[in-house]
């Protein structure tokens, strides 16, 4: 509780008020030593008045008269004369001398810490103006004993009452402070932390509402700083979807030009001149938009849109993908392509994803078997089960590498190639999700790689 805001500020309350009463305190006490003072020089006076009538008074009457005023002799000065009104003996000589006709506030407090910090009892003299101008002056001699103790009973009593006026202010503020301060702040907090658990959930921006003027405008603010926030986390995420459907379509739209490319080479070698002279242009312009697709690799992932599922001949899609890869083998290398496709077999999907998926698959198994420059085979199978169609890619390649297959599905972390962007595998699952099946690795090794994908036979509708 201390160590809180409204803990501290009671301690400094008690502190700070503490302090103000000690500043009290020695004036006051001050004023009290000098009305002590003041009061033993009219007792004084007033025991004697019975002198003044009468020369002679019985002596213990007189003793009676100095113990009841508090003090040990009495003189008055009357018409230039001195004279000694009250006496009794005096047990030690005069140590000092106050004059209380009109000291200064300075004088009084040095008077009283000088008594307070004296604990010897001394004999003193007082000099004073008597009531309603019966003379000149009066003059009196005390111990100093009582007026000490007197003061001391007066300054603890000033204070006890200033350690309760102390704790009494201390409370109240600290119940205000709570209320007013500490309280508002405690919420802003929470709406702070609960903004931050979600910041991209517009329901959680503060909604400023705070009546003290300087919490309200820390409100405005704040509410402002989550409004700009949030919007920015917002267009933050559109642009990353924006961007990781670009390079879903970047991946494989370079894969299209890539096989384009092939196309124009092979168109290069024509005998016509029209065509021998426009195709070296045609080749650098697809080059030049397989960079810029290439270029674009860098963005995140994006959802794929729901697929339109129709009857699908297979064999007619894998033939497709298969002739693409061949056009990309060079004659130097020596990769073989091999389907096991029933004629009549015919899937329910979408011809487009199905083609993109069983390219990437193709296309990543040529990749591999090409990078290690020996021969190989890629053999594209496919069969009917009892409630789903299973297709697979097999090749006789190095098998994928260990950090490749612990994030094999994940973009940008799944590339089995240096230069591979790790995309073709993320979109390949996608696709096949979005299918309801499954793709998976199903085997990997120095002996090859296999890859399997599962589609649900479904209702033709």
């Known amino acids: 509780m201390l160590s809180s805001l409204s803990g501290r500020f009671l301690i400094l309350t008690v502190v700070f008020v503490m302090i103000a009463e000690v500043l009290i305190f020695v004036p006051s006490v001050a004023r009290f ?14 025991a004697s008045l019975a002198l003044l009538a009468d020369d002679m008074i019985d002596p213990e009457l007189e003793v009676e ?9 009495v003189v008055l000065r009357r018409d230039e004369a001195r004279q000694l009104a009250l006496s009794s003996p005096v047990p030690a000589p005069v140590a000092a001398t106050y004059d209380l006709r009109d000291p200064s506030p300075l004088v009084l407090i040095r008077d009283a810490l000088a008594r307070l910090a004296d604990p010897e009892e001394r ?15 009066i003059e009196v001699t005390m111990l100093t004993a009582p007026l000490r103790a007197a003061m001391i009973d007066y300054g603890l009593r000033i204070l006890l009452l200033s350690a309760v ?18 309280k508002p702040i405690e919420r802003l907090v929470g709406h ?18 705070n009546g ?14 989550q409004t700009e926030l949030t919007h920015a986390l917002r267009q933050k995420a559109r642009l990353a979807r924006l961007g990781e459907a670009v390079a879903k379509i970047s991946h494989d739209l370079r894969n299209i030009l890539t096989s384009a490319q092939l196309f124009t080479d092979r168109i290069g070698g024509s005998e016509d001149p029209m065509v021998r002279r426009m195709a070296p242009k045609l080749v650098n312009s697809i080059r030049r938009a397989v960079a810029l697709t290439e270029s674009v690799l860098a963005f995140g992932r994006a959802e794929e849109p729901p697929p339109a599922l129709t009857r699908v001949p297979l064999a007619e899609v894998v033939s497709d993908v298969i002739d693409s890869e061949r056009l990309a083998v060079e004659d130097s290398q020596e990769v073989s392509f091999s389907e096991d496709i029933p004629a009549t077999l015919a899937v329910r999907a979408d011809p487009e994803q199905l083609h993109r998926t069983l390219a990437n698959l193709v296309r990543n198994a040529r990749q591999a078997i090409t990078g290690t420059g020996r021969s190989g085979e890629i053999c594209v199978s496919a069969r009917e089960e009892d409630d789903c169609w299973i297709i697979s890619v097999t090749d006789t390649g190095p098998g994928l590498p260990p950090k490749a297959q612990e994030h094999l599905f994940s973009p940008f972390q ?3 190639r240096k230069g591979g962007s790790g995309l073709g595998l993320a979109i390949a699952a996608e696709l096949m999700r979005g299918h ?9 090794g120095p002996e090859g790689t296999r890859f399997t994908i599962r589609l649900p036979t479904g209702d033709w509708g």
């Open 33 to 46: 030593r000098e009305d002590y003072l003041l009061a033993r020089l009219e007792r004084a006076q007033i």
């Open 192 to 209: 702070m932390r609960r903004y931050a658990a979600a910041p991209e959930d517009a329901n959680r921006i503060i909604r400023p509402g």
């Open 165 to 182: 006026i102390s704790f009494v202010t201390a409370g109240l503020l600290f119940l205000a402070v709570r209320a007013i301060l500490v």
């Open 65 to 73: 008269r100095l113990e009841n005023a508090g003090v040990l002799n």
């Open 123 to 137: 004999v003193i003299r007082v000099i004073g103006a008597p009531l309603r101008e019966a003379g000149q002056l």
């Open 212 to 225: 003290v003027r300087e919490l309200r405008e820390a409100e405005d603010a704040l509410a402002r700083m």
């Open 414 to 416: 799944g590339g089995a």
């Open 436 to 444: 309801g099946g499954t793709l998976e690795l199903t085997r990997t």
